[in-house]
């Protein structure tokens, strides 16, 4: 562990950049609001309320979502990092898109998670592209 805070320190990052301490609230946060969204979506697919194509681009974004971590910190790539957190906002977006004629309760939950994917995109790309 204290390798990887070693490692991340000595990134090259924007002076816009949050401190570390922010990220662990804000995903705690977001971690609440994406279980009982997602769980909601999933409990309709299991109903059969929804077809799967639409609960789809909630699985592929919990699988990139959880994949961020050891690509960024395990494997210590910024490149596949970014690649995935593209992949994590994509879904999302696709997600919000296909839940919304369905349940737009689910879709107007997920604006705080889009707000944060999208600044945490242009973080990951920007660091990537400074330690190149």
């Not at 995903?27 to 309709?44: D, H, N, P, Q």
């Not at 194509?53 to 699985?59: E, G, M, N, S």
């Not at 604006?111 to 973080?123: D, E, N, Q």
């Amino acid at each position: 562990m204290n390798d990887t805070y070693s490692w991340y320190s000595k990134l090259i990052k924007p002076s816009w950049a949050p401190p570390s301490f922010v990220f662990g609230p804000v995903w705690t946060v977001l971690y609440i609001l994406i279980a009982v969204s997602f769980g909601k979506v999933f409990l309709m697919a299991w109903r059969k309320q929804i077809g799967f194509t639409i609960a789809l681009p909630f699985v592929l974004n919990l699988v990139f979502n959880f994949a961020f971590t050891p690509l960024q910190f395990g494997l210590q790539n910024n490149i596949l990092a970014g690649i995935d957190i593209l992949l994590v906002l994509g879904t999302l977006i696709w997600a919000m898109v296909a839940i919304y004629p369905h349940a737009r309760w689910i879709t107007y939950i997920q604006i705080p998670y889009l707000l944060w994917v999208s600044f945490a995109t242009i973080l990951q790309l920007t660091i990537t592209f400074l330690n190149f």
